[in-house]
């Protein structure tokens, strides 16, 4: 439900205009939307790398910055920020796999272009490799890099001046950046629908995994059912528990709440007895829950973190935690309530004459 490929929206093709940074902002600001980006042209962003073994591999590059979920949920704490003659990479793990490069080693870059004259140009330059993305977050074949790096990619391959890489060449006129297309996350699946409505509302038709979502959506209806069921059934054998061990427990001591009685206790504390009792056995239930939660959930975790990825997968909440103790606390008391008040109404006569 929260997986970057399925909560991912991309144009539908692209426009003759293109998307200005100001529209990028604006996808971004929408209250539906976690994290949005311009993409360069395809052919553009395309750079041959070789390895220090020599080899040469052609990949894609995706701009990518603070907040991307493909870096953020897959471990990758540090964004690439390339300046002039450093320039930094995060690769996929298909990238990874076919470079035979991984963190801390450099690839050398190759560009090319024609000028207006007609003269070939061909620019080098080191990128060295920040993070490896694992082998879940995409599939793509690509390098993630600052939007400014991929820019400036695009504009020498336009025949401009780009300062990032020292080259000369013609004037930008551009005062604002314009993309081809874009990459927008939403927040959860509830926000596809307006976003997506958004978009068409702004003249933007988008690709979404609907059938994919669709799916989701079933299975956690399905899931959710289940583990309702289960919780019901669990809570009412709970209860039935309880309420037949403070029974029991109230039958076997009946002489000595009647003596209590007799010594001058109230109904009032013979009433809290049984009470008193079964809040220190759901207390300590509870507990010793927790506690056997946090042992097993951290091997859980362990085991899916070395499987390949940076997320926990068995988490509890702080708020859940406060409403599963006082949700226990609540039962064990109404399991009580009944034989407590039976307890409360022990003659002590009838205890005088058993004796």
Wanted: aromatic letters at 8%; proline letters at 3%.
């Amino acid at each position: 439900m929260q997986d970057p490929s399925v909560l991912v929206m991309i144009p539908n093709g692209s426009r003759a205009s293109g998307f200005t940074g100001g529209f990028i902002e604006a996808i971004n600001e929408r209250a539906e939307c976690e994290y949005a980006i311009g993409r360069t042209r395809d052919v553009a962003s395309e750079v041959q790398l070789t390895n220090e073994k020599g080899r040469k591999f052609t990949i894609s590059l995706e701009s990518t910055s603070e907040g991307d979920p493909i870096l953020a949920r897959n471990g990758v704490r540090e964004v690439p920020v390339s300046v002039a003659g450093s320039f930094r990479m995060v690769l996929t793990h298909e990238a990874f796999r076919q470079l035979e490069a991984g963190r801390g080693n450099t690839l050398t870059a190759s560009l090319g272009r024609r000028t207006a004259s007609g003269r070939l140009e061909r620019l080098q330059f080191k990128i060295e490799i920040t993070a490896v993305l694992p082998p879940q977050a995409t599939h793509m074949t690509a390098g993630f890099v600052d939007p400014d790096f991929l820019m400036a990619i695009q504009n020498y391959r336009d025949g401009f001046a780009v300062k990032l890489f020292d080259a000369g060449g013609d004037e930008n006129p551009e005062t604002e950046p314009y993309y081809e297309s874009f990459r927008a996350y939403v927040k959860d699946l509830d926000s596809v629908e307006p976003m997506e409505r958004w978009f068409r509302d702004n003249g933007v038709e988008v690709k979404t995994r609907s059938r994919d979502i669709a799916n989701i959506r079933h299975i956690d209806k399905v899931l959710s059912t289940i583990i309702l069921v289960i919780t019901a059934t669990s809570c009412t054998g709970f209860f039935a528990f309880m309420f037949s061990t403070v029974h029991a427990n109230v039958r076997r001591k009946w002489k000595m709440l009647g003596m209590l009685r007799l010594l001058g206790y109230t109904r009032l504390n013979i009433l809290l007895f049984p009470i008193f009792q079964v809040l220190v056995t759901g207390v300590l239930g509870v507990l010793l829950a927790f506690g056997l939660y946090a042992g097993v959930s951290h091997l859980i975790d362990t085991l899916f973190i070395a499987a390949g990825s940076d997320n926990k997968i068995c988490v509890v909440h702080g708020m859940d935690f406060v409403v599963i103790f006082l949700s226990v606390q609540l039962l064990v008391v109404l399991s009580s309530i009944k034989v407590a008040l039976k307890a409360s109404e022990i003659d002590p006569s009838v205890v005088i004459r058993e004796t």
